[in-house]
């Protein structure tokens, strides 16, 4: 990530970081020709992107806490996300629209790629940033999972971290179906627990990656 710049937005970081995951989703969804399996997502295969993807799991309508998060991400809260919803890095303002969009991204579902700021505060220059949203579909077929990419400008100030929503275009695609799957609510008998939190356990499975849930990921560490 590049440094702060002391007036008006620094650059986000490159845009190869977001192609990289959304390239990994693209490829299983082709394959398989509607929203990817969770379990099919190897995100080892995004190399510089790793420090800056997480995954969640919606809890409720518009709601959706952190399993996995990588070390970018872990440092931009200050603290250990999993099991902390998503609207955790957002200003108040900002987490109604944040949940309406996290209800569609998972209802329709759709790809979700949104342009953020972070304000300037006690003198600093306000900070650039990305959130990329991916779908993905449970064991079941349910979409209640995603796979994200959340990046900002400058450096990392943990605590002072209050995003907003900016202004200007904003990606919102449904994802079109060519094979089988189900959204959540699509027939009765869907267990409750599905959408509870699940216990976290700690660990790292990868240097720059936290891991809560080891079927989230297929990783591989060598420690020779």
């Not at 609207?87 to 998972?106: C, K, N, Q, W, Y």
């Not at 400008?153 to 943990?158: A, F, I, L």
């Not at 959204?183 to 720059?208: F, K, N, T, W």
Request: proline residues 10%; glycine residues 10%; hydrophobic residues 40%.
């Amino acid at each position: 990530m590049r440094d702060h710049e002391p007036n008006g937005d620094a650059p986000v970081p490159s845009a190869a970081v977001f192609a990289q995951v959304e390239a990994a989703w693209s490829e299983l969804r082709q394959h398989a020709g509607t929203v990817p399996l969770r379990r099919d997502l190897d995100l080892t295969r995004v190399g510089e992107a790793l420090p800056h993807a997480f995954l969640m799991s919606r809890v409720a309508p518009g709601v959706a806490r952190l399993r996995v998060a990588g070390r970018e991400v872990t440092a931009l809260l200050g603290m250990d996300p999993r099991g902390m919803p998503l609207s955790v890095f957002f200003s108040g303002a900002a987490r109604a629209p944040l949940a309406t969009h996290l209800a569609r991204l998972f209802d329709d579902p759709s790809i979700l790629d949104l342009p953020l700021r972070n304000p300037g505060r006690f003198g600093l220059g306000s900070r650039a940033g990305r959130l990329l949203l991916l779908p993905l579909r449970g064991d079941d077929g349910a979409v209640i999972h995603a796979v994200g990419v959340l990046a900002v400008s400058g450096r990392t100030r943990p605590g002072r971290l209050s995003l907003e929503i900016a202004p200007g275009p904003m990606r919102l695609e449904t994802v079109t179906l060519t094979g089988p799957t189900r959204r959540r609510g699509d027939r009765p008998g869907i267990p409750a627990a599905r959408l509870r939190r699940a216990p976290s356990r700690p660990g790292l499975a990868e240097p720059g990656l936290a891991e809560a849930e080891r079927p989230f990921l297929r990783l591989v560490v060598d420690n020779d």
